[in-house]
T-cell receptor, first 112, second 116 residues
Framework: DARVTQTPRHKVTEMGQEVTMRCQPI?????VFWYRQTMMQGLELLAY????????DSGMPKDRFSAEMPDATLATLKIQPSEPRDSAVYFC??????????FGPGTRLTVT | AQTVTQSQPEMSVQEAETVTLSCTYD???????LFWYKQPPSRQMILVIR??????QNATENRFSVNFQKAAKSFSLKISDSQLGDAAMYFC?????????????FGQGTTLQVKP
């Protein structure tokens, strides 16, 4: 039963610290998405990749967020420096085609 | 811009009964896809059902079915024979059919409570 994995599942950090979230897409999936979920904004797309190349990161605050895919088995989302307003659940999703996305369990980030 | 609206923040249903969750969307596109996702307390998002806009037949997956009204831009989810495990937040989502973009636009979600 192939699944998207995300680490860490929970992260508590202080304002100003760097946060790195990792995602392992399902083997063979060539499209990876990063989402952020908050009570206020709901679920928002931050960025997505196809064949490891970033296709759209317009939903991401450019000054502090960065997303990369060093290889086909790893996607990373970094926040530097982190702020309390970044507290949210961050989801990674992967897919073989553009219309079906398999979500990971999420990383719950708390910035104090 | 496309929008997705779920007007019911919370719904409840008795176990074994049927419940319908509402979703409306706004788009000028004719080619698109619609989805229902389930998010249980574990927070993982699980695809429940999807519908291609060009198909007139409503999608069905076991106890889950949709009522897709393209002209009215409505996409409701019906859960039959509700089970305790169906309790979760349900999200309606839209994806444009043309182009290479894979963006899903989500509604605000409906929390479903299942009463034993």
């Amino acid at each position: 039963d192939a699944r998207v994995t995300q680490t860490p599942r929970h992260k508590v950090t202080e304002m100003g610290q760097e946060v790195t979230m990792r995602c392992q897409p399902i083997l063979g999936h060539n499209t990876v998405f990063w989402y952020r979920q908050t009570m206020m904004q709901g679920l928002e797309l931050l960025a997505y990749f196809r064949n490891r190349a970033p296709l759209d990161d317009s939903g991401m605050p450019k000054d502090r967020f960065s997303a990369e895919m060093p290889d086909a088995t790893l996607a990373t989302l970094k926040i530097q420096p982190s702020e309390p307003r970044d507290s949210a659940v961050y989801f990674c999703a992967s897919g073989l085609s553009w219309y079906e996305q398999y979500f990971g369990p999420g990383t719950r980030l708390t910035v104090t | 811009a496309q929008t997705v609206t779920q007007s019911q923040p919370e719904m409840s249903v008795q176990e074994a009964e049927t419940v319908t969750l509402s979703c409306t969307y706004d788009t000028s596109e004719s080619d698109y896809y619609l989805f229902w996702y389930k998010q249980p307390p574990s927070r993982q998002m699980i695809l429940v059902i999807r519908q291609e806009a060009y198909k007139q037949q409503n999608a069905t997956e076991n106890r889950f079915s949709v009522n897709f009204q393209k002209a009215a831009k409505s996409f409701s989810l019906k859960i039959s024979d509700s089970q305790l495990g169906d309790a979760a937040m349900y999200f309606c989502a839209y994806r444009q059919g043309s182009g290479n973009t894979g963006k899903l636009i989500f509604g605000q979600g409906t929390t479903l409570q299942v009463k034993p």
